[in-house]
């Protein structure tokens, strides 16, 4: 299935982040600036054949040295042999989710709801006892009106839960990403006027990914998050998905986040893990020096 990593519209989203891009053998590829000044060429999920991976490797390494980048960055979604390469590689930290979790949408509602944890479905009923109000918006002037209001959420969520959030700037492009072919969409849940909790899903060529999410600590209680994501999960059904990716799930980096979506059920995918391919071995060494104390 096409990766929206991929995506023509990815590619429209990162340059409009001011990062400059290029198609190598189809892969998308994107600089990411670095501290010391330096930049890396970044991969994610390409979809190249096993076959033709030496070839990309190749040129990907031409087009990297001479824009003097460090490093060659990938997160792929196969396995590659990378043994017999001249080229150094070097196992690194993915920038994607290295777990997901993913629902088989061609199952009915009552086989999904049969296959949930007891929990889920129960805490799915309390939402809607407690009067949950979903909304699901496409529009463009919709999701900039109620963006300010998810913002909001969003940064209380990762302070209470301690992670760290994009610039602002990015969200609201990212919502701004539309075409026929991949649709961002703000789904909120409400109680009365009040957000309650709020996500972001994409989708593009049958699979809804769920990107970002964000819950009020004030309606904890009304599981507002359960029926969320049951709402959009059917509508995804609705829309020709037949995947519902939950897009990462660590059970030591974020145990809480982790059961809440293993409560779905669905089946676990693990990815290669992301390498590097190096040019600078010195300067690389030091910006992994760097990343380790800082």
Known sequence: MAHFLQSPEWELFQKNLGRSTRRIRGALCIAHAIPMGFRYLYVPHPEILEKDFPVFLKEASSVAESAEMLFLKIDPLA????KNTSFQIRTSESIQPEYSLILDLSKSDAVLLQEMHGKTRYNIKVAEKHGIAIRIIDSAEEKLQRFESFWELLSETASRDRFHTHEKEYYTKLLAVDSPEYKTILILALKGDNIAAGAILNIYKGRAVYLHGASSDEYRNVMAPYLL???????????????????????KKWPGVTRFKKGFGGHEILYPKSFDV???????ALYRLKKIFY
């Open 278 to 284: 190096v040019y600078r071995p010195f300067w690389y």
């Open 79 to 82: 396995a590659y042999h990378t």
């Open 229 to 251: 994501h049951w709402t959009a999960i059917r509508e995804a059904r609705k829309r020709g998905c037949t995947e519902y990716d939950f897009w990462g799930i660590d059970p």
